[in-house]
Every structure is written in C-alpha cells, then in structure tokens.
C-alpha cells in the first residue's frame, strides 16, 4: 500500500484495541470489568440481542496470520472449509479461553459441525444455535423471528436477567449508528481516489465485531473526520472489488494493493453486509431484527435463490466503478462453489473482468497468486488502454 | 468432451432389466435379491414411461414427502440414487458426468451426487424433468436445485425445514411448507390434490416404516440373516418408494425371507466373525465391497445410519391429517440426522451399534460432503465411549469409484479388523456371547 496503517489515528486505535488476536485489549477490558463475552460464527446472528443482553459479542475467526494446524484436522478432516479448522485449532490452541458463550446457525454446514465440536469437547457456560432461514419471504420471516425470540427467553434465563424490548430498542440504535457510520466510509470508497485502501477498510470491519459498539462508533466518527479533515487519498491505476468468502487476514488484500491497484469495495458479510441498511425503528424491535436479518441486507451466497446476488455484484461493480473483481473463495464452500458457473457468466455479460482465486483461508498471497494477480491487472491495463481515446 | 461414456435413462432401464434376469439365475443369492433389484428397475421404468403414461417427473433430494408426489401423478427422480445404479450399472459414466461438471467450473470439491447431475444435464442426458424440489436439509448443495433449475429452464421449490423441528411452532410451519409444495405441483401440474389418495400413500408409506422396523429387529440376530445382496434394500424401498404398494410389497418378501433364515439358524455367512455399521452412508462407491468383507473377514453389515428410524417411529398421529403425519415423520425419519448437531447423528449411531450388537464401524468421509468432514471423530468417540466399539475412517467419493484405489480400501479394512479381533471389548462380547 501507498499509506501506512498508521497514518491514520482512529484506525490506529482500533487496532490497537482488538489487539492482540483474539484476546485483545478491549476483551481484557471487558472481562477485568466483569463483563462476558459471546462467540459468534457467521452472520445471522443478531449481535443487538447479545448487546442488549449486556454482554460483548465477538465474531469467532482467524486473523492476519496464518495458523498453523496441528490437532484440528483429527476432529474436522482437510475436505473442508479451513476457516472453520482455523476456528478450531485457535480453541485447541486455547486462544478462545475468554469465550463465556457461543452462538451460531444453521447458515452453512461446516458452522453446524463446528458449534457440535465446541457442544461437545468443550461445552461453554452459555451455546445456541438459530436457524438460517434460505428463502427471503414472509414465511422465512416469521420462522426466523420464533427462533429470535427462543433465544432472548434463553440468554435471559441464563442471565437472569429479563431485559425488555426498549433495551433490544437501546441496541439497535447503536448497531444502526455503526452501520451507517461504515456506510459512509463505503460511500467515500467511490471517490475517484479513495481516502482508505481495501485492506485498512477491512480492518475497520473486523474492528466492529471485536470491541464494544460504542466504543467502535466514536472511533468511526473520529476516523471519518480524519479522513475528511487530511484529505487523505490513494491514488492507484485500477480500482478492484473483492468477492466470495470472508477474508480476515488483511494481508492478503494488502498484497493486491502491493501492485498498482487500491480495493474500492467488497462483496464479503464481514464487508459491505456489515455495513448495509438499517434495523427499522418504526417495528417492534424483535421483528425488526427478523426482518433486518433475513430481508433487509444484500442476497447472499446462503441464500437457495441466490440470482439477487450476483446482480447486486454487477451493480455495486457499476456503482464503484470498478475495473475488475478478484472472486476469491476458500475451498470446500459448497455455496460459492455453485455460485460460480453462473458469477462468470453474468460477469461476463455485464463486461466486467473477473479474477478467480482458490485459496486456503487466513494464508498470505504467496508468489502464485501474486504472479495471477499481475497478469489480471496488466490485462486490465490492456482494457484500458484500448478504451483510452487516441490522441491527436 | 465426450459425453459417449453417460449412461441415459433407457439404457439404465434395459441394463437392469437385464441385471435382473442374471440374478435370477445365479445360485446362493437370497430371494429377495431379485426383487430388489426389479424394484429399482420399476423405478427407473417409471421415470423413463412417465411421459408417455401423462405423469410427471420431480428430481428431488431427501427428506422429500413421496407421498404426496405419489397422491399427484409426479414420479420421483431421487438424485442421490441416479448417482449410484449409473455407478453400479456402469462404472464409467460417474466419473465422466464428473469431468464435464467440472468443464462447466463447478468445483470438485462439492458432492458429486450433484456434480454427477451437474454434468449430465450439462450433457443433456439426466432424465426430462418437470421440477426440482428440495427442502433444507440434508446439505448445503441443495442449493443446486434453484441454481441448475435456473440454468436449465425446470421450475423449482424449497421446503425450508426448521433446525430444531421439534417445537410446536416448527411443526406447524414445516406442515405449512408441506401445503406450499402442494400448492406449487398444484400449480403446474393443473391437478388438484386428492387429499383421499393421499391418506391412502401415507397408509402405504407408514406400512413400509412397520416392515423397515422388522426387519431391523430381525437384523439383531446372531448369526445375522441379511446378507450383502439385500443390505441396501430396505433404503432402497424407504427413499425410492414409499407411499407404493411395490415397496410394501419387497419389504413384506425380504421380512418373510430373514424371518425364515432366522427360523432356520442362517446367517448372511457360515461363520460370523464380525458385525458392522455404516455410521455415514454404505460403499455406494463399491457396491461389491460388502460381499467381499463377508467373504474375506467374516464381516457382516448388520446396519447403516441412513436407514435407521428413530424410536418405534410411531409418525402417525392423526389418520384423518396425513400433511401433519407426514410432517411429524420428519422428526423421526431415517437420515434426518444429516441435517442435525453432531450428537444428534452420533445418538443414532450408537442406538443402532447396541441394538444390532456391532463390533465396529466404518465412517466414509464423502470428499464432497461438508456434513461428513466435521463428523467423523465424534461419531467414533461416542461410539467407543458408549460401547466401546472402534470406527475406521475410509476417505472415499461417494460415487466415484476413481477416487481412491481399492488397495487402498482393503489394507485398511485388513487392518481394521486386524485392531478390532485383537481389542479386549471384541473378546469381551464373544466370551459374552
């Protein structure tokens, strides 16, 4: 990248505070406060309802190291998902001690398995498990909302503590604030020269899901001030989007900013999902969480219907006026997997190139796909110069 | 690509067909062999003559309500079993469906039951089909319905089945997920739903869950009197055809034939050395590996999770409500662990390894199987907590016979039996014995 990551001082505090991975400063802080932490694995659980339950949720990963397995794949065998044998072998390796509870769903199967690993050889004060719905209707709605609504009755028993509609009110005002304030550093990645590289935007996603949400807000107000306030720019040749699986290891986006090109936006549920809609106060809050959850954010790759998905890939690839997208999907995702033959197709009707990488997740950009990557930009040079208006 | 090694439907049709005849005539086979196997030949029949006898064709994946295809006039198309008679009827077509799926940039790592349709739709010749229906469980790959269905022109429909179905309100909504399947077939198929012939599928499917529970009690007995040749029977009636009196009738002859091996001391081989689960799914890879363990070690299949019911399975609650019937089956329903915690399936393995008296277990970890790949090790821990039973994992495709050398499968097996012979629980049980 062009900008160190500390040139930037909201950011720098953010990462200061979540580190070190996972049991960060911010984590050491809540629990020497008594507080409790809740594990979470994928994106529909409603981190409002844990807030509101007055405990910190944490989204369960790996990070900007690659990790080394040894153990987990006795227990989840090397034909699957490797952020999930990352997840494990951090428990194995003890990393996730601080964990007072997990929650996960039925999103994706390889979650299911991991959540039963925890169930049973290390079985957390607090485990639950929601249902994902795969349709996008009233139906999924409702069906969603009962498995919310089992869940609050759980977490208050557990914590004794009944905590009301206005407190889940309290918590969606905080969860909106964060959203819209990480909109608006999406809406600022549309600039013809960004104030933020791919890889310092997804370390402001992870930031969100490792600290308090307050705590995150001030620090994103601070830090769009900054931006606004320096002029901070970035200036590259191509403009990129990111696709397909959740990334965590920054690096890697690092390394295709390393060449001469700056990621503008992302396709990732740690990325522009986080980032997008918000929870409608008008609603009851615990339906408004249902609907949020299931209808209110981007199609995902989960989803049984998931043709909504790839156009929102094509328009957001318009709105950020990308030159092209790098689709890098951990192996062994069975959804990306068939989201593929129709993703190039559609990309390629839309004129938009594409760049597909296999990877093993939280591993750093090695030489291969180093070498991939400056073909795929020098290709996108050749695009460009063959549009330019010939001079004279 | 050459799409010359595919096998089509037709051609599915006349090989079993001749397949049967063979059967018929090969000596030291149990009777039921026969009818087995004209079983599936009816089955595949009926998707080949649909057409022409004005049905319609449904390519579906588990937990699917047959039943109520059978009520409307659509005939299944269960795409986990075109995989498998297309591996055993003609080892080259798998892999060569596989090939082209992969032409078309699906990964190999996703299961090849459906890169196997992937392919051969790719290749026009997966059987003309009028929808894809599906419901959450039991894998993520489900998704391929919607997105091949896309690609290919078939409309197609989802049951979303709650995680946890087990509450009142899950029931309801997975029985109003039953009336939305009714309303789409009703939808394009002109026909309304005759809620009699229903109740009279659901009396039938019902009947078949009484016979698979017999012969699972018939199953306990030492020496085992199912033998390989039938193994995969009662799966085969249970996912195929329920709701058939065609079903009822083979499990009613293979009932009667274990009851007389049992009444006359036979079992699957002369000496039963060992008895063996399935704690995943059978070697629909091999179809021929579990003669060759009875033959070589004495080994015998006594059972395999995917067909195992819950409890007495006692699904009928209300005769006059065959949707909330059919509904509540699920909670009991064979292979319905799949889309459950790891416990959940391990609770079931080990239920089965006690009441079928096992002395080992063999987990197949499907390549494409998500489902699989978490579940192995706690599966076998459950089994050896519980009852001390030891589990070989065998790293294998599902359907592709390529994956992994036979070599390789029997040098495990070699020393998997070798480990268990020598265990001290082994000794136990036969001293016991």
């Known amino acids: ?392 | 690509m050459s799409t010359d090694n595919l096998i089509a439907a037709d051609e599915l049709a006349k090989q079993i067909k001749m397949a049967v005849e063979g059967i018929k005539k090969k000596p030291g086979l149990m009777k039921s062999t026969a009818a087995s196997m004209e079983l599936v030949h009816k089955y595949v029949e009926r998707i080949v003559t649909a057409k022409d006898e004005g049905k319609w064709v449904a390519t579906h994946g588990t937990q699917q309500p047959l039943e109520i295809y059978e009520a409307m006039g659509v005939r299944g198309l269960f795409i986990e079993f075109w995989g498998v008679i297309s591996d055993a009827v003609k080892l080259e077509s798998v892999p060569a469906a596989l090939n082209i799926s992969a032409s078309t940039g699906t990964p190999g790592e996703v299961c090849s039951f459906f890169r196997n349709m992937d392919g051969l739709l790719h290749a026009g010749k997966w059987p003309k089909t009028d929808f894809m229906l599906y419901a959450t469980s039991s894998c993520d790959n489900v998704k391929a319905y919607h997105t091949l269905g896309r690609r290919y022109g078939i409309p197609s429909f989802g049951m979303e089945r709650p995680y946890l179905p087990y509450t009142p309100k899950a029931l309801e909504h997975w029985k109003n997920e039953h009336k939305r399947l009714i309303a789409f077939l009703e939808e394009k198929t002109g026909t309304k739903l005759d809620y009699d012939r229903l109740k009279e599928t659901v009396r039938l499917s019902y009947r078949l869950t009484e016979l698979s529970l017999e012969i699972d009690r018939l199953a306990r007995h030492v020496p085992c009197p199912l033998s390989a040749e039938c193994f995969g029977g009662v799966l085969l009636a249970l996912r195929l055809m329920p709701g058939t009196q065609e079903a009822v009738d083979f499990l009613t002859e293979l009932r009667d034939e274990m009851q007389e091996r049992v009444d006359n001391g036979i079992g699957a081989v002369e000496d039963e050395r060992f008895r063996v689960i399935w704690s995943c799914f059978t070697p629909f890879w091999d179809p021929t590996l579990l003669d060759f363990m009875q033959k070589k070690y004495g080994a015998v299949s006594v059972g395999e999770v995917l067909a195992n019911w819950r409890g007495e399975a006692n699904w009928i609650l209300d005769p006059d409500d065959p949707l909330g019937n059919l509904a509540y089956r699920t909670q009991l329903a064979p292979g319905n662990c799949q889309y459950a915690s790891s416990q959940d399936w391990a609770s079931n393995v080990v239920d089965q390894a006690r009441r079928l008296k096992a002395d080992g277990a063999i987990f197949n970890n499907n390549w494409g199987c998500k489902q699989a790949s978490g579940l192995g090790r706690l599966v076998g821990d459950e089994l050896m907590r519980h009852c001390k039973v030891p589990s070989v994992t065998l790293n294998v495709d599902v359907i592709d016979s390529t994956f992994v050398s036979r070599a390789e499968i029997e040098g495990q097996l070699d020393n998997f039996f070798e480990m268990i012979e020598g265990s001290k629980a082994y000794q136990e049980r036969k001293v016991a014995a």
């Open chain 1, 1 to 392: 990248m062009n900008a160190p990551l500390n040139t930037l001082k909201a950011l720098s505090e953010m990462q200061r505070l979540t580190s070190p991975f996972p049991e960060s400063v911010a984590v050491k802080d809540w629990k020497a406060a008594g507080g409790q932490v809740v594990g979470w694995f994928n994106p529909y659980i409603p981190e409002e309802i844990i807030h509101a339950a007055g405990m910190l949720p944490f989204e369960m990963t790996g990070d900007n190291e690659p990790v080394q397995m040894h153990g987990a794949e006795a227990y989840i065998y090397a034909n699957s998902c490797s952020k999930i044998r990352t997840c494990w072998q951090l428990q194995l390796d003890g990393k996730y001690k601080f964990l007072d509870g997990l929650v996960s769903s039925s999103m994706c199967d390889q979650d299911k398995r991991l959540y039963s690993l925890f169930e049973y050889y290390n079985k957390l004060p607090y485990m639950d498990m929601l249902y994902a719905p795969r349709k996008r209707d009233e139906e999924a709605v409702q069906l969603y909302l009962s498995d919310l609504q089992d869940f609050r009755d759980r977490l208050a028993l557990y914590r004794w503590h009944r905590f009301s509609d206005a407190d889940i009110a309290k918590s969606i005002k905080v969860y909106n604030r964060g959203r819209e304030l990480m909109r608006q550093l999406y809406e600022l990645r549309k600039r013809d020269r960004p104030p933020v590289a791919g890889a310092e935007a997804l370390e402001v996603s992870k930031a969100a899901v490792r600290m308090p949400r307050e705590r995150f807000n001030e620090l994103m107000e601070q830090l769009l001030d900054e931006i606004e306030r320096t002029g901070r720019e970035i200036e590259k040749a191509r403009r990129l989007m990111v696709i397909g699986s959740d990334l965590h290891n920054a690096n890697q986006m690092a390394a295709l900013e390393s060449l001469n090109a700056v990621v503008v936006v992302d396709e990732m549920d740690i990325g522009i999902r986080r980032a997008w809609g918000q929870v409608d106060t008008q609603l009851p809050p615990m339906e408004a969480l249902a609907r949020y959850y299931v209808m209110g954010r981007p199609i995902d790759k989960h989803n049984w219907i998931s043709d909504g998905r790839l156009e929102f890939i094509g328009e957001l690839a318009a709105q950020y006026n990308v030159d092209g997208i790098v689709s890098q999907d951990v192996r062994f995702c069975t959804y990306n997997g068939w989201d593929k033959f129709d993703l190039k197709k559609q990309m390629q009707e839309r004129d938009i190139p594409m760049l597909q990488i296999d990877l093993e997740y939280g591993h750093p950009a090695g030489a291969q796909m180093k070498i991939r990557v400056e073909a795929f930009l020098e290709m996108l040079e050749g695009r460009a110069r063959a549009t330019e208006p010939v001079a004279g």
